[in-house]
């Protein structure tokens, strides 16, 4: 032992726990973080943390499960995720004041009231719904709109921000619906602006799920997209009231409706996207009862090229054969999705934001407007174009960097961002 004296107790932190089979879950609530260790693992910082000597602890390991357990690397791996430190060490700093809970985090929402908003009645509303809005769709497959319901010819530019501002309204439903299914675990989460590569999205730290049932992570997952097939069957049924005469929509609101639609087919098929961290990527991890799917299949891919260039693997002894077979497929499909992911940025994305570069351009130096569109269709395009793809781009590139820096600083770990 080199930091912690077997003769010694150590400081644990307060933590939370869950078993779950051959391996246990340990979570920082005030942190969100949250580890997978061995079951055992867990019966080793129970005794450390009820006042146990790591010596002490050691021998009792042995004599339970009759193994000789790798302490210094154990207690070491949890002290760099900060779960415990040294005798000896200071007390953490007392935490600042509490700060107000964020409206979109729920933090007043009670689980009990969360699981109403999700029990069986409500559900099955929602699937009388969605029912009623298929028979719909089969009676008539012609209003289900397509790519040409974004296609304006006029006012292009007041559709597409109406259009824009009442998808963004759904994209803050859905993650929303992610946060309702955490409290109904009993758990808590925050909605965030992030990245999936070069696209900005709206998405939703779960990671306090990994200290719920396997059912609860499940239904926290896909309530996310319920609520988007919900939203696009309510959006049908309007069009089909509509065209059946019970309505009478004013043209612009049914041209609004239907682009709203065809935004919720876009965010559903975003989902499918496996090789990005989507909610049906995480519905497969939690079905699989893989804890660090794309991490650990990164892993695998660099030592593909590590045994090329004779350097030393990361270490993944410790992923089940089982385990590793599914890593095996879904490297084919991570490096087949970023390699159209890339092809998509090259040949669409990055010519789209130079096209509206040059028109932007165009514009301050006077330039004569030529087409359908007018310059302020053409700036609210640019600015769109800028803000979500380059401003992706850029988040996507700074994440990059950031994962490099550190790799290089833990280049035999695998690293779960």
């Given at each position: 032992m080199t930091e912690f004296a077997l003769d010694a107790p150590v400081l644990v932190r307060p933590y939370t726990a869950r078993r779950d089979g051959d391996f246990a879950v340990i979570g920082d609530d005030s942190r969100q973080v949250y580890l997978s260790i061995p079951a055992e693992g867990l019966d080793l910082l129970e005794w450390l943390r009820d006042g146990a000597t790591v010596g002490e602890a050691v021998r009792r390991f042995e004599a339970t499960h009759e193994a000789s357990p790798d302490a210094d690397a154990f207690l070491q791996a949890l002290a760099d995720e900060g779960f415990l430190a040294p005798a000896g060490a200071h007390d953490p700093p007392a935490a600042g004041p509490a700060r107000p809970p964020r409206a979109g985090h729920l933090a007043w929402l009670s689980p009990q009231a969360a699981r109403r908003l999700l029990s069986?009645?409500?559900?099955?509303?929602?699937?009388?719904?969605?029912?009623?809005?298929?028979?719909?769709?089969?009676?008539?497959?012609?209003?289900?709109?397509?790519?040409?319901?974004?296609?304006?010819?006029?006012?292009?530019?007041?559709?597409?921000?109406?259009?824009?501002?009442?998808?963004?309204?759904?994209?803050?439903?859905?993650?929303?619906?992610?946060?309702?299914?955490?409290?109904?675990a009993g758990t808590s989460a925050r909605m965030t602006v992030g990245n999936q590569m070069y696209a900005i999205v709206a998405q939703t730290d779960l990671s306090g799920m990994w200290m719920a049932s396997k059912r609860e992570r499940f239904v926290a997952v896909l309530v996310g997209p319920?609520?988007?097939?919900?939203?696009?069957?309510?959006?049908?049924?309007?069009?089909?009231?509509?065209?059946?005469?019970?309505?009478?929509?004013?043209?612009?609101?049914?041209?609004?409706?239907?682009?709203?639609?065809?935004?919720?087919?876009?965010?559903?098929l975003w989902q499918t996207f496996l090789f990005l961290r989507t909610d049906f990527y995480y519905l497969i991890t939690t079905a699989l009862d893989t804890r660090s799917l794309m991490a650990d299949t990164g892993a695998y891919l660099r030592n593909l090229v590590r045994r090329v260039l004779r350097r030393r693997?990361?270490?993944?002894?410790?992923?089940?054969?089982?385990?590793?077979?599914?890593?095996?497929?879904?490297?084919?499909?991570?490096?087949?999705?970023?390699?159209?992911?890339?092809?998509?940025?090259?040949?669409?994305?990055?010519?789209?934001?130079?096209?509206?570069?040059?028109?932007?351009?165009?514009?301050?130096?006077?330039?004569?407007?030529?087409?359908?569109?007018?310059?302020?269709?053409?700036?609210?395009?640019?600015?769109?174009?800028?803000?979500?793809?380059?401003?992706?781009?850029?988040?996507?590139?700074?994440?990059?960097?950031?994962?490099?820096?550190?790799?290089?600083?833990?280049?035999?770990?695998?690293?779960?961002?």
């Open positions: 069986r009645p409500v559900l099955a509303v929602c699937g009388v719904i969605v029912g009623v809005a298929v028979v719909m769709a089969v009676d008539r497959p012609g209003l289900v709109p397509g790519p040409s319901s974004l296609m304006f010819h006029s006012h292009f530019w007041a559709y597409l921000l109406v259009v824009l501002g009442i998808a963004v309204v759904g994209v803050w439903l859905h993650e929303l619906a992610h946060v309702v299914g955490a409290r109904a319920l609520v988007d097939v919900i939203g696009a069957a309510l959006l049908f049924i309007t069009l089909w009231l509509n065209d059946v005469g019970v309505l009478g929509l004013p043209e612009p609101v049914r041209l609004v409706v239907a682009g709203v639609l065809f935004t919720s087919f876009i965010r559903l693997l990361i270490d993944q002894s410790g992923v089940g054969r089982g385990e590793m077979r599914t890593i095996r497929i879904y490297a084919v499909v991570w490096v087949l999705g970023r390699v159209v992911a890339l092809a998509v940025l090259f040949t669409a994305t990055i010519p789209l934001l130079w096209f509206y570069l040059v028109r932007v351009v165009g514009f301050f130096r006077g330039d004569e407007m030529t087409g359908q569109f007018t310059w302020a269709d053409v700036l609210a395009l640019a600015i769109l174009s800028f803000l979500l793809d380059g401003g992706g781009t850029l988040m996507w590139l700074r994440s990059l960097r950031r994962s490099s820096r550190l790799r290089r600083r833990a280049p035999d770990r695998v690293l779960v961002e």
